[in-house]
């Protein structure tokens, strides 16, 4: 089985490729190597999977966002799977640059969906995003719950690519998995997370801004529970069959929310990160920041009823993890001589 996996080079996707390479199956990566954030970071995760895996991985560094790029790149592969992991992340960031969301995570959206639909491929995961149930009052979220109050373009554009999938799915009989992530944090993260900028910051010895004066919540989601879902959900397509799926559709087309199921105060984060960290932070307490939602809370029972999902992994032990490979691989990386 050979695997497309866009975002390759980005967190989840990494570690997407990682397990399904683990488990001996073909993966192809794609990533365009925007420089949202570090360069350095990007190209070290597929060097770790090139180096780890050898001729079971391959890379093209190609913009799916192009029309025609992305089956240009693959004539003459065969792909059974994809796993549509790459997209211009971040809520802050698209109050600056709006055009980036639309590109990659519209165009580009639709593109796989076209690739999918010429290739006539067996399953299609894709990553969708808490961001879609908007400023709820009421928890946990539920798939079932309305997601048409999205209050950033990042969001906005998450809804637009389930909404772009529903219709692939009805018109072309597509099998697709749609995935809302929580707050995922661990080992070979994003430096614009909180987990990776408060642990920074605090062996820095720099100040942490935090937003809402810290009256925060997050389903934060171990890495490894998110590829336990995504290889979950990949490996068990949903049935053409017209019943009714989570998300509403009866078509080959579903929606899970993947979380810890725990929501978590951001002032209980940093508390755990001083005591990995053995440091104390500084705290900088500031109002809420526009397109911030006050809390994340998943309602798993779709994915726990029908794929056997369940998280296992606390915070505490997943702060430590994260901490521990900050501190003995990444800066030991970033001191390496050239």
């Not at 978590?264 to 990160?273: A, K, R, Y």
Request: hydrophobic share 40%.
């Amino acid at each position: 089985m050979t695997t497309l996996v866009t975002g390759a080079a980005g967190f989840i996707g990494m570690h997407v490729a990682a397990a399904l390479l683990g488990r001996g199956n073909r993966v192809i990566g794609v990533d365009n190597f925007t420089p949202y954030y570090s360069l350095d970071l990007k190209r070290a995760r597929i060097e770790r999977l090139q180096a780890s895996h050898g001729d079971l991985f391959s890379f093209l560094e190609v913009d799916f966002g192009e029309v025609d790029a992305l089956p240009r790149a693959l004539a003459g592969e065969t792909i059974d799977h994809i796993v549509h992991l790459g997209a211009q992340a971040g809520v802050r960031y698209s109050l600056e640059n709006p055009s980036a969301y639309i590109h990659s995570n519209i165009s580009g959206h639709v593109n796989i969906l076209e690739l999918a639909r010429d290739r006539e491929i067996s399953h299609l995961v894709y990553a969708s995003s808490s961001s879609v149930y908007g400023m709820r009052a009421d928890t946990p979220f539920r798939v079932a719950d309305r997601a048409d109050t999205p209050i950033s373009l990042y969001a906005a554009t998450k809804r637009a690519d389930e909404l772009l999938s529903e219709t692939y799915a009805h018109l072309f009989r597509i099998p697709q998995t749609g995935l809302r992530f929580f707050t995922v944090y661990g080992p070979w993260g994003r430096p614009d997370m909180a987990v990776w900028k408060f642990t920074e910051a605090v062996l820095r010895g720099d100040a942490i801004d935090v937003y809402n004066h810290g009256d925060m919540l997050r389903d934060f989601t171990f890495i490894d529970d998110i590829v336990t879902g995504i290889t979950l959900a990949l490996d068990n397509p949903p049935l053409d069959d017209g019943r009714p799926k989570p998300g509403g559709f009866t078509t080959p087309h579903r929606l899970y929310n993947i979380g810890n199921n725990k929501p978590e105060q951001l002032l209980d984060l940093i508390h755990m990160i001083e005591e990995a960290c053995g440091r104390k932070a500084e705290i900088n307490l500031l109002p809420m920041q526009d397109g911030d939602v006050y809390q994340t809370f998943a309602d798993i029972e779709d994915i726990s009823r029908e794929l056997g999902f369940a998280p296992t992994t606390p915070m505490s032990l997943g702060i430590p993890a994260f901490v521990n490979w900050y501190r003995t691989e990444w800066i030991s990386a970033l001191n390496r001589p050239a």
